[in-house]
């Protein structure tokens, strides 16, 4: 009972803490914004896109593109709940899936708020990973909306990685973030099984070179 009572907690204060921690964290940082025509050309143009990113850049994305607003997909495990609370504080909505769980359904109300005009964000390599390489929710997702794909990187001079699948990383006060839009991906609609997997290999390969590229600026190969 105890356990309980301390995880709901937690659950409902660990988020807001987290956020708090993030803005100051962030404040202390020098940012250098690469490719921010494609940004202007989408998000800042009122025109709803569809921002991916790999699954390490979590905390770093939520405080760059929340200004925007949107709706994210997010596991619908424990962690998934942190995960939506602190997404909402920076004002981005989430709906709970992933691709063993309530996967399918999630897509469809993700589908519905694109076509309400909101934007999305999508974790590119999936709750599960494997680590950096795309799945095809986002090509699906654009195929069926007409929303453009915004892919966006980050790097780091200095940051914390955990001993997580995908390395998940976080900058260090007083470090300078470089941070990397590409130019938007357009998904020809109606696109079948073929067509997703053509165009998720396009949206792999493009990530990849973004990820090489962001880090290069810190002379590194990677994080």
């Known amino acids: 009972m105890k356990s309980k009572v301390l995880d709901s907690l937690a659950i409902k204060v660990v988020p807001g803490i987290a956020w708090f921690i993030t803005r100051l964290w962030f404040g202390t940082c020098r940012v ?10 989408v998000l800042v143009a009122d025109r709803p896109g569809i921002v991916t990113f790999w699954h390490y ?4 994305i939520a405080h760059f593109i929340g200004r925007y607003g949107g709706v994210a997909m997010v596991s619908s495990s424990k962690d998934g709940e942190y995960i939506a609370r602190f997404l909402k504080c920076f004002g981005i909505s989430a709906v709970r899936g992933s691709r063993n769980r309530q996967g399918t359904q999630a897509l469809k109300e993700l589908l519905r708020h ?18 950096r390489v795309a799945q095809p929710g986002s090509i699906l997702l654009a195929s069926r909306t007409g929303n453009p794909i915004l892919p966006m990187l980050w790097s780091a001079s200095r940051y914390l990685a955990f001993r ?20 938007p991906i357009e ?23 973004m990820y090489r590229q962001v880090w290069a600026f810190q002379n590194k190969q990677e994080h």
């Open 32 to 41: 250098k914004v690469h490719g921010g025509e494609h940004l202007q050309g």
């Open 187 to 209: 998904v020809p609609a109606g696109l079948d099984g073929e067509g997703i997997e053509q165009y998720r290999l396009l949206l792999d390969q493009r990530m990849n070179d």
């Open 164 to 183: 997580s699948w995908d390395r998940t990383a976080i900058p260090w006060p007083f470090s300078r973030i470089d941070v990397l839009y590409g130019e």
């Open 114 to 131: 694109c076509k309400s005009g909101k934007n999305a964000a999508l974790v590119a390599d999936g709750s599960q990973g494997p680590a």
């Open 57 to 60: 850049s979590l905390v770093p």
